[in-house]
């Protein structure tokens, strides 16, 4: 059964569509990605799943059950997190997270703040306000937060903007815990497709308010015909150039490192032509196509 079902759903302000008639549905434990270019209406999707926004027409139901018609009861049970929202800034972390904690029912609440600051690290932030945080801390205070109800759906927006890299690896790793542990399912927004090909068993991709595509990361990948060949050319880079520039293949340069976009069926080809033209190089590496590579074909295309 899907723990989260979405059916014609449509948002329509004053002059546009924001959400145009989307359908689609979340497993229990699925890790689901929203992907499409700014002002598609990813984020008015994710507020309609939280109630924020109505829906101008269409249905949502988690665990089976109309979400207007079980509000309150349905909220208990999901959460949400985002980098553009914020904590009262007066507030230390300690007060947020406690006076958030009071809205669901919680058991053992102080052990479970604590059980949640420990995961995420915050017990030297834990007394200081939230205008003294940098934007990764805030991220990290929200981000607990909306795991403080032991929540069965978590919709997450930008779930590690602004988070360093080591630290975005542990929030990625905690989620996949989380998952294993409570079946938690998820689904998040985000601009890194290589966190979204990571992450992600499936990916949605909208443009313009409507569902473009709905399929695993590695199916859209495989669409893509391109691969990026990257050289360290020793002698010949102006050679390399001038054979790309003739068989009209895109290229970058940077310093004696040149990438080329090929088909992967034709770098055999290439790299032939290259042998013939008097080129040599010291290195290279060969990077098949991306979700980003994917993302990158969509956004031109429309």
């Known amino acids: 059964m899907a723990i989260l079902k979405v059916n014609n759903l449509t948002k329509k302000f004053k002059k546009f569509t924001a959400v145009n008639d989307i359908s689609f549905e979340l497993k229990e434990g699925e890790i689901l990605g929203l992907l499409g270019p700014n002002g598609a209406g990813k984020t008015t999707t994710i507020q309609m799943l939280l109630g924020v926004l109505t829906p101008t027409a269409g249905e949502v139901r988690y665990f089976g059950k109309n979400f207007i018609e079980n509000r309150e009861e349905i909220l208990e049970q999901i959460n949400f997190s985002s980098t553009y929202t914020d904590f009262p800034w007066t507030l230390t972390v300690r007060e947020n997270l406690t006076f958030f904690s009071y809205l669901y029912d919680i058991k053992d609440r102080t052990q479970r703040i604590k059980k949640i600051v420990d995961s995420f690290k915050l017990n030297d932030l834990f007394n200081q306000q939230m205008q003294d945080l940098s934007a990764g801390q805030k ?41 294993k542990q409570f ?19 499936r990916v949605i991709f909208i443009d313009k308010g409507k569902i473009i595509v709905d399929d695993t990361p590695e199916n859209l990948t495989k669409t893509i015909e391109i691969s990026h060949v990257e050289l360290f050319v020793k002698d010949g880079l102006k050679r390399t ?46 990077e098949k196509p991306t979700l980003e590579d994917y993302f990158l074909q969509m956004t031109k295309l429309k």
Do not use: W
């Not at 990290?140 to 080591?166: F, G, H, M, Q, W």
């Not at 310093?255 to 290195?283: N, P, Q, S, T, W």
């Open 183 to 201: 079946q938690i399912s998820i689904v998040l927004t985000s601009h890194n497709m290589a966190e979204v090909e990571e992450v992600c068993d």
């Open 139 to 179: 991220t990290r205070v929200n981000l607990a937060k909306a795991l403080i109800n032991y929540p069965k759906v978590l919709l997450l927006d930008e779930p590690t903007s602004s988070l360093d890299p080591d630290v975005a690896k542990y929030v990625r790793e905690f989620l996949f815990h989380e998952r």
């Open 241 to 286: 150039v001038d054979y790309c520039q003739e068989k009209g293949l895109k290229y970058e340069i940077e310093g004696r490192y040149i990438v080329v976009d090929v088909k992967e069926k034709a770098i055999a080809e290439f790299l032939r032509g290259l042998m013939d033209k008097g080129v040599y190089y010291d290195e290279i590496s060969i």
